[in-house]
């Protein structure tokens, strides 16, 4: 790590702890050369997400957009916005743990639903109808049966 006050390359750790909101190492280190002190943080470098929607484009995983259509589905239902939260949570661990960059958009719809109807049936239909695109009726019913099996 490169000295802030005389540029010299060496530098030797003092102290390393956790930063105050642990997404961080905060590192004490002085320059071997002039003997100044500073500190760096080390963060781990996270890939972003990127979602490949029906059309074939891409774009970022943007957690406020799936975060604004879960809102949607549980509007007037007794749903946290804990358990939301941490739906997202889950999500997005299962896809960076799993080694995945990107994502169709079909997949991160059903990943959703898969966690949703365990929170709010009626949330679950609610996303499903916007997410499956339902052309009728018929469509919309058959995925109401399938919820009491």
């Known amino acids: 790590m490169r000295c802030p006050k005389c540029g010299c390359d060496e530098s030797k750790v003092v102290d390393s702890r956790p930063s105050e909101s642990n997404d961080a190492i905060r590192r004490r280190r002085e320059c071997t050369s002039c003997g100044f002190r500073f500190t760096t943080y080390e963060r781990c470098e996270e890939v972003p997400l990127v979602v490949i929607k029906r059309d ?9 957009k799936l975060m604004r259509g879960l ?7 007794d749903v946290p916005m804990s358990a939301l939260s941490g739906l997202i949570d889950d999500i997005e661990s299962a896809l960076r ?3 995945r960059t990107e994502v169709s958009s079909v997949d991160l ?4 639903l898969k966690r949703l109807v365990s929170i709010d049936k009626v949330a679950y239909v609610r ?3 916007v997410y499956r695109d339902f052309k009728d009726v018929d469509e919309f019913s058959e995925e109401l049966r399938s919820l009491n099996d």
């Open 56 to 64: 074939g484009h891409k774009e970022p995983f943007d957690r406020q």
């Open 71 to 77: 809102v949607t589905a549980t509007v007037k239902r």
């Open 97 to 99: 743990d799993g080694g």
């Open 109 to 112: 719809g059903s990943m959703v």
């Open 127 to 129: 996303f499903a109808s």
